[in-house]
């Protein structure tokens, strides 16, 4: 077990899952990543989000992955994704990640339609019923379900949520659940809002890019965190240009591209996702061989 009291702080890294050129899921491969990831500094695991195109996955292909990152790091430096359509099939994916010995679960609201907030809380009251602690996560653009600051109050007020990955780039926001929400754990969602973030009390990252620049990721994280901007500000600016594809619709595809230059295997994506277009691969290729050689890593 992890000593670390609250397991979904840090750097848990949204793990890019790795593709055979069939497209066919290799668990071997994605084991011993996430064992990279952990062994180079990186707190976490979260299988099964968005970069790890858990949409395309079969139930079984889900499961596995789930079930390689715990055997791989421990059950509970692992943050399952358990985004669903309906709430019953979320609290089911929950309740296996439990069973695993997850330390948390993360969970987005329905998102098959623009859900109003009755339904949000009933969502989130059904998945906590599994017992495992569920961190709430925030992307407005994706599900057009936003978990506004009194939203996220309401969900932590009646001790469904035990954090929150806040993706709507708004880092005022930041402050607004504080106040609002006192005790409610606040993790950076999108790469390109680290630091301001981080300044505004964030205790984690559920972060893209440590899968190609795990140490890099991780100093920035310690020192943005501590309020070391003197180190934190001068790294930031360095991989800002990488970490903003995290915020684009192209976000899978451009890690594993930066993956794939640093020396790690990225692939290629399942449908429907297409390999980047020529303009798109040359911006992310000259900038991931920009920080390479200026010895980010």
């Not at 491969?29 to 299988?47: F, K, N, Q, S, T």
């Not at 609201?109 to 009755?118: I, K, L, V």
């Not at 994506?269 to 798109?280: I, T």
């Amino acid at each position: 077990m992890s000593d670390r009291v609250r397991p979904w702080h840090g750097v848990m890294v949204a793990t890019a899952l790795p593709l055979r050129d069939d497209l066919t899921v290799d668990l071997d491969r994605y084991a011993e990543h996430c064992r990279w990831l952990v062994d180079g500094g990186c707190d976490g695991i979260v299988p099964n989000g968005s970069l790890g195109e858990y949409q395309t996955l079969t139930p079984e292909e889900r499961a596995r992955v789930m079930e390689t990152a715990v055997e791989a790091v421990g059950g509970a430096n692992v943050m399952a994704g358990v985004g669903a359509y309906g709430a019953a099939e979320s609290r089911a994916w929950a309740e296996r990640a439990g069973e695993a010995g997850c330390g948390s679960v993360l969970l987005l609201p329905p998102n098959a339609y623009r859900a109003g907030e009755a339904a949000v809380l009933d969502h989130y009251r059904e998945v906590a019923r599994a017992g495992v602690p569920v961190v709430a996560y925030n992307n407005p653009y994706d599900t057009k379900v936003d978990l506004t600051p009194a939203l996220l109050a309401r969900l932590f007020d009646e001790g469904l949520i035990v954090a929150v990955k806040e993706f709507s780039g708004d880092a005022r926001r930041a402050y607004e659940i504080a106040e609002l929400a006192p005790g409610l754990d606040l993790l950076v969602g999108s790469d390109d809002v680290l630091l301001e973030l981080a300044v505004a009390g964030a205790v984690g990252w559920i972060a893209g890019y440590p899968n190609a620049l795990p140490a890099s990721s991780v100093e920035l994280y310690r020192a943005a965190t501590a309020g070391d901007l003197a180190t934190a500000l001068p790294l930031y600016r360095s991989l800002h240009p990488l970490l903003r594809w995290d915020s684009r619709t192209e976000f899978v595809q451009a890690i594993k591209l930066s993956m794939d230059l640093a020396g790690r295997y990225g692939g290629p994506c399942r449908p429907p996702r297409l390999p980047l277009d020529a303009e798109q691969e040359a911006v992310v290729r000259a900038a991931t061989e920009k920080a390479l050689a200026e010895g980010l890593r």
